[in-house]
């Protein structure tokens, strides 16, 4: 256990001679730094943290259970719509199970656009972490920066499938609709752009000496309390542990890439940020190599227009923007899913929440917060 | 370390686990008899195994599907043929689907090092679904044991904060299980 600086114990009144009480502070649902409507109930001594509990629920819109009365083709709306900012990961890791259980096999054009797609919805998810993250320390540039190159991912987004946000272009069996030669040139222009930026966002935000100071002894989480409370993506890598699904398990040809995986040492606040902004530096290298393998052919499997599962179960799981995204399955042989779960990473990631914030200041609370990176739509699902 | 090895020692070590019939589709599955058996088989993942990772905790009622009146319009193979008869929604029960007044309990684990992955599955009575917490073994299962217990109403005995996590206070039931009486509204299909 190592000894964090930032934690202090609160003074005691015996010697003071002054009464002193825990306070319970409300901190949300409608906080700008909770990034959607997640309350905390903190119990605090002082400055200090005595007990966290997260407040869950807000946005609970029961999708698994419409997912039970919806057709597959209707269900991948809903999942785009769990985490909205990264809709392609939802919608990929949905037709990966829907897929296994039909035993279909997804064309190879469409495999490589899927590993684009995805990607580049990393990097925009990412560049939303990247932003926001700023503005909850108190940086409020880098949020202009990365809204301004996000912005070009979503315009290839709208160029391919015609949405913004919530996108339904990746579909059981393949993908919506094919890119151009039109497509592919304001791609590579926008990977070329992007890399230089890449390097901007270290001097603006990542080595910036206030940035450190508040970051990087904050909210330290040990590999082995990161694996005991299940936590997955940049969240687990950044304290060192060495799980990536994208490696251990590959899915769309994700084996024949060649990237590495970001890895912190710590677990900081700051380690977490910055594995995030090294995997942008990496998406782009898949981007790339899957832009050089794209080769003609069909983009859609051979299917029947109204799916019907086979009776039976499967489970097949995403390195997604924010973690370890799985879809659990349970077909009836009818026209809509028996039972669907998503293993949702943010809503496991926050859950450690209430162990690391024990013991810190409250102004350490939104650093915390802001490095796991949630997106409310998926912790309530 | 194989799947067929993981499969085998968890089979041998812990009382009254079986292969699962109808396994979870390329991964080994395993079917715990009682819920006594289940810290059993998670510390043996866990210690002996190097399945450290508690990846999921989840449940299936098997009573029967979700009556879809209200929820899905008919479904016609031929979009625009008008004669074209409407698919069925929900099968008829057959004979690779038994529908039983069970919950099914699932869980999984992974182990990060060999990238293998097992699921352990577990009945229990409708009635009185109730098995042991597994928060003391794996912190992760704290807030997925809740939203089971939130959705499904399965007990987790030993748990430290077994409260609903997800859906309203005011709502009273578990909306996941199958004899959820759905409401009509405006937004229903004609």
């Known amino acids: 256990m190592s000894i964090n600086p930032m934690n202090s114990t609160p003074i005691r009144s015996e010697t003071s001679g002054l009464k002193t009480d825990t306070l319970f502070l409300n901190m949300g649902p409608q906080h700008p730094s909770t990034h959607g409507v997640l309350r905390l109930g903190l119990t605090i001594s002082g400055e200090v943290i005595v007990e966290a509990m997260p407040d869950?629920?807000?946005?609970?819109?029961?999708?698994?259970?419409?997912?039970?009365?919806?057709?597959?083709?209707?269900?991948?709306?809903?999942?785009?719509?769990?985490?909205?900012?990264?809709?392609?990961?939802?919608?990929?890791a949905f037709c990966l199970s829907v897929e296994k259980l039909l035993g279909a096999q997804v064309p190879k054009r469409a495999q490589v656009l899927r590993v684009i797609m995805a990607e580049l919805n990393r990097i925009a998810s990412h560049l939303i972490f990247f932003g926001t993250y700023g503005i909850d320390i108190g940086a409020f540039t880098p949020f202009l920066y990365a809204f301004r190159e996000r912005e070009m991912v979503l315009d290839l987004f709208e160029m391919c499938c015609g949405a913004r946000l919530t996108y339904n272009y990746i579909r059981p069996g393949g993908v919506a609709s094919d890119i151009n030669a039109d497509w592919i040139a304001r791609c590579r222009e926008f990977l070329d752009f992007f890399k230089p930026r890449l390097d901007?966002?270290?001097?603006?935000?990542?080595?910036?000496?206030?940035?450190?100071?508040?970051?990087?002894?904050?909210?330290?989480?040990?590999?082995?309390?990161?694996?005991?409370?299940?936590?997955?993506?940049p969240n687990l890598r950044a304290s060192g542990v060495n799980y990536d699904v994208?490696?251990?398990?590959?899915?769309?040809?994700?084996?024949q890439y060649d990237f590495t995986v970001a890895l912190g040492k710590t677990g900081s606040c700051w380690d977490r940020y910055f594995c995030r902004v090294v995997e942008m530096r990496q998406s782009v290298r898949i981007v790339e190599q899957a832009l050089s393998r794209l080769a003609s052919g069909e983009i859609m499997a051979k299917?029947?227009?109204?799916?019907?599962?086979?009776?039976?179960?499967?489970?097949?799981?995403?390195?997604?923007?924010?973690?370890?995204?799985?879809?659990y399955i349970v077909s009836d042989g009818g026209l809509a899913p028996y039972r669907l779960h998503f293993r949702a990473p943010c809503f496991i990631n926050l859950a450690i929440l209430q162990e690391i914030l024990v013991g810190k200041k409250v102004a350490d609370v939104i650093a915390v917060l802001g490095s796991l990176d949630i997106v409310l739509g998926e912790v309530d699902r | 370390m194989?799947?067929?090895?993981v499969l085998s020692d968890i089979l041998a070590q812990v009382p009254g686990a079986s292969a699962a019939a109808a396994p979870?589709?390329?991964?080994?599955?395993?079917r715990l008899s009682q819920p006594s058996d289940l810290p059993t088989?998670?510390?043996?993942?866990?210690?002996?195994?190097?399945?450290?990772?508690?990846?999921?905790?989840?449940?299936?009622?098997?009573?029967?599907?979700?009556?879809?009146?209200?929820?899905?319009?008919?479904?016609?193979?031929?979009?625009?043929?008008?004669?074209?008869?409407?698919?069925?929604?929900?099968?008829?029960?057959?004979?690779?689907?038994?529908?039983?007044?069970?919950?099914?309990?699932?869980?999984?684990?992974?182990?990060?090092?060999?990238?293998?992955?097992?699921?352990?599955?577990?009945?229990?009575?409708?009635?009185?679904p109730e098995v042991p917490s597994l928060t003391g073994l794996f912190p992760a299962a704290d807030w997925q044991e809740r939203e089971t217990f939130d959705l499904f109403g399965v007990r987790f005995s030993g748990h430290p904060n077994l409260t609903k996590i997800l859906t309203p206070d005011f709502l009273q039931g578990h909306p996941l299980l199958k004899d959820y009486v759905h409401q009509p509204d405006e937004f229903d299909a004609d």
């Open chain 1, 303 to 327: 299917l029947p227009k109204v799916l019907r599962l086979p009776a039976g179960e499967a489970y097949s799981h995403i390195e997604a923007s924010r973690g370890d995204l799985g879809v």
């Open chain 2, 2 to 5: 194989t799947r067929e090895k």
């Open chain 2, 41 to 128: 088989a998670a510390r043996l993942l866990k210690d002996e195994l190097g399945f450290d990772y508690l990846e999921m905790v989840t449940a299936v009622d098997w009573l029967g599907p979700t009556k879809t009146e209200g929820f899905l319009p008919a479904v016609t193979p031929i979009p625009f043929a008008a004669k074209a008869p409407a698919l069925p929604v929900t099968p008829a029960a057959g004979p690779d689907i038994a529908y039983r007044p069970v919950l099914d309990l699932l869980w999984s684990f992974g182990n990060l090092k060999t990238h293998l992955k097992v699921f352990l599955r577990l009945e229990v009575s409708r009635e009185k």
């Open chain 1, 56 to 92: 869950i629920g807000y946005l609970h819109r029961g999708v698994e259970k419409l997912l039970e009365t919806r057709t597959y083709a209707q269900g991948v709306v809903l999942a785009d719509r769990l985490d909205y900012c990264s809709a392609m990961s939802n919608d990929l």
């Open chain 1, 246 to 255: 994208r490696q251990a398990e590959p899915y769309c040809g994700y084996e």
């Open chain 2, 24 to 30: 979870v589709k390329d991964y080994p599955t395993v």
């Open chain 1, 200 to 233: 901007e966002y270290d001097t603006l935000l990542s080595f910036n000496p206030i940035f450190l100071v508040r970051t990087q002894t904050v909210g330290i989480i040990t590999p082995k309390t990161a694996v005991a409370w299940g936590l997955s993506g």
